[in-house]
């Protein structure tokens, strides 16, 4: 089994909304929107060499995959922009649903990290905006 393969099977076994797998290895994280990743990557937590899977995907969790070197990606829901992303930076990625963008908890427009996302082009603009500042939903 490949390790995308364990990343994607554990993701939707057990619960978690964030799955890392390297060599066998398997790291769980849970947590409401990209703030696992973001807990991830400011603790120094490098993805170099991980496979990751994601529940849902946009724009800002792209773009943070990247920064933070993710070999490969599997997503539940990815949104185009996510997407574009993945392929720009050319990170494998696998998807179960494609969307047109990432919606907020009330299902009434965009996912707040979506749309403070979109006007970003690179992993360093979103490691500025999302993890300095301390931005974690």
């Known amino acids: 089994m490949t ?7 554990r993701l939707l076994s ?4 964030l799955v890392l797998s390297k060599d066998g290895s398997l790291l769980e994280y849970n947590g ?4 696992p990743l973001v807990s ?15 529940k849902v995907v946009g724009k ?21 922009p996510a997407l574009s992303v ?5 990170t ?6 494609l969307t047109d963008f990432i919606e907020n908890s009330t299902k009434t427009g965009l996912c707040p990290m979506e749309q403070k996302a979109l006007p970003l082009s690179f992993p360093e603009e979103a490691a500025e905006v999302f993890l300095r500042k301390g931005e974690n939903r």
């Open 32 to 35: 409401p929107g990209i703030s």
């Open 40 to 54: 991830l990557l400011n603790s120094g937590q490098s993805l170099k060499g991980y496979s990751v899977a994601d």
């Open 92 to 97: 494998k990625v696998l998807y179960k649903t």
């Open 14 to 17: 057990s619960g978690a909304s």
């Open 60 to 80: 800002a969790a792209a773009l943070l995959m990247v920064y933070g070197g993710a070999e490969s990606v599997y997503a539940e829901v990815i949104s185009i």
């Open 86 to 90: 993945f392929k720009r930076f050319g």
């Open 3 to 9: 390790d995308i393969e364990a990343a994607k099977k």
